[in-house]
């Protein structure tokens, strides 16, 4: 069965720390792999990863993949408290090819 | 570009009342469709995928059910609510087996 673990679950730092969040996976047909941020409302794309070892970065926030170690994480440096959030995880699998998501990790911020 | 619009954003409802909740996707043709429940503290569940007019699939037995009468509408229902169906549902699309982007949510509590 495809699954996708996350961790930790939840996580508390303070403005400035850099974190890590991670995702593991298993799935019959790799194609790739998705970060989503979700605060109140819809999830928002991050990132897509298809090809091991290339750091995708988007200012603060980074992630890299590992097909082999069938893993992902996401960093942020610098926290802020608008980072705040649910960040989830999410590999295409299943029947259909839709989305398996993770459980998400809920980061924290405190200023 | 392409826009998902996702109504009512909240809604209340008491148990055994009917359930309709709409999604609109615009700027794209034959999108894959989605519907996803996240409950309290819980990962993204998939409800219902469809790749065309008509066509469902569903992935969790329940007393919910979608249609897809437009290429680009796509509908949640239920005949008569739950408690158990309170959650956060998300409309979702997708040009194919990649990224999905969503749209802004529906929170419903069943009373």
């Known amino acids: 069965e495809d699954k996708v673990v996350q961790s930790p679950l939840s996580l508390v730092v303070h403005e400035g720390d850099t974190v890590t969040l991670n995702c593991s996976y298993e799935?019959?047909?790799?194609?790739?792999l998705l970060w989503y941020k979700q605060e109140k409302k819809a999830p928002t794309f991050l990132f897509m990863l298809?090809?091991?070892?290339i750091e995708k970065k988007s200012g603060r926030l980074s992630s890299i993949l590992d097909k082999k170690e069938l893993f992902s994480i996401l960093n942020i440096t610098a926290t802020q408290t608008g980072d705040s959030a649910v960040y989830l995880c999410?590999?295409?699998?299943?029947?259909?090819?839709?989305?398996?998501f993770g459980k998400g990790t809920k980061l924290s911020v405190k200023p | 570009s392409q826009t998902i619009h996702q109504w009512p954003a909240t809604l209340v409802q008491p148990v055994g009342s009917p359930l309709s909740l709409e999604c609109t996707v615009e700027?794209?043709?034959?999108?894959?469709l989605y519907w996803y429940r996240q409950a309290a503290g819980r990962g993204l569940q998939l409800l219902f995928y469809?790749?065309?007019?008509?066509?469902i699939s569903s992935e969790v037995p329940q007393n919910l059910s979608a249609s897809r009468p437009q290429d680009r509408q796509f509908i949640l229902s239920s005949k008569k609510l739950l408690l158990s169906d309170s959650g956060f549902y998300l409309c979702?699309?997708?040009?194919?087996?990649?990224?999905?982007?969503f749209g802004q949510g529906t929170r419903l509590t069943v009373v």
């Open positions: 298809t090809s091991s070892g």
């Open positions: 979702a699309w997708s040009p194919g087996n990649t990224e999905a982007f």
């Open positions: 799935v019959t047909n790799f194609r790739s």
């Open positions: 999410a590999v295409p699998g299943g029947s259909q090819g839709n989305l398996i």
């Open positions: 469809s790749v065309g007019i008509g066509q």
């Open positions: 700027g794209t043709s034959n999108p894959n």
